[in-house]
């Protein structure tokens, strides 16, 4: 995440959502689970990306050259750019819409426990939302090339999976690209409406929910972070079924959540039969 001011950022990291620090010269970096870190804030005005593992070299070398035979930007990260990533190689790209995906290889894992600065329940990452101003040519970019699968549509939303999981990216059409927003999943519904409560009290706006996606099935509480960006506390995320087969949900709010609460201030979670 690039912001402009970080340390109110790194203070909301730790103080409202709850995720480890971990102490590092380079960056402002957060652990949420296993991993050396699963959130990096950078000083800057908008150098924001995603990254996303891959299996091995072969895979990279061949990721990219298909990216670059369908005319998709992409290069490899210098060794600095690796460093600041904790990864041993990476393919930095984007998509039709402009959003910076990094694949890497090999990102570090941490030997120690992973302790939490609050107990907000953190099990993980869980996922991330992205705009997309070519929702066809980001979804071929998806699904063509890096292999993810579209589990579901809701209206004109595409939920793609890269694992046994419903989703891990959602694609919302926009008239811009960018991180729409980035969720971390909690152990329980009790946390995500402890969670509720405890941005509630500290007067941070929420944005949509608590919630449930009927695709999905994930129970969600979205609200405002710093600088514009949008976090999410989620629970109960489904596995897909062998054989599962895409459905089509209306463009309809009540695609969006069926437990009817309203989405404010984000436009592409207000879908056009709202």
């Known amino acids: 995440m690039a912001v402009r001011e970080p340390q109110p950022a790194a203070a909301f990291a730790t103080d409202i959502l709850g995720l480890q620090p971990v102490p590092d010269k380079q960056a402002l970096l957060f652990r949420s689970d296993d991993r050396y870190h699963t959130l990096s804030l950078i000083p800057a005005a908008d150098s924001c990306s995603i990254g996303i593992e891959v299996s091995d070299e072969a895979v990279l070398e061949r990721v990219e050259h298909a990216l670059r035979n369908d005319g998709f930007t992409a290069r490899r990260g210098s060794p600095d750019e690796c460093k600041q990533r904790f990864v041993r190689d990476a393919l930095i790209v984007q998509d039709a819409s402009g959003n910076e995906i990094d694949l890497v290889l090999r990102p570090s894992q941490s030997g120690r426990r992973y302790f939490p600065s609050r107990d907000a329940g953190i099990t993980g990452l869980e996922g991330v939302g992205l705009r997309s101003v070519k929702p066809k040519d980001d979804q071929k970019f998806w699904t063509s090339i890096l292999g993810a699968r579209i589990s579901d549509w809701a209206g004109d939303v595409a939920y793609l999976r890269v694992d046994q999981k419903h989703h891990r990216i959602a694609l919302y059409p926009s008239d811009r690209p960018g991180i729409l927003y980035i969720s971390y999943g909690v152990e329980s519904l009790d946390a995500i409406m402890q969670g509720h409560y405890f941005v509630q009290e500290r007067q ?41 087969r895409p459905r089509q949900f209306s463009a309809h709010p009540s695609s969006l959540c069926e437990w009817g609460s309203q989405c404010k201030g984000i436009p592409e979670l207000r879908p056009a039969g709202d």
């Open 204 to 244: 941070i706006k929420i944005l949509h929910g608590p919630g449930r996606e009927p695709a999905s099935g994930q129970i969600f509480l979205r609200f405002e972070g710093p600088e514009g960006y949008v976090f999410s506390y989620t629970h109960g995320i489904k596995d897909t079924e062998p054989g599962h």
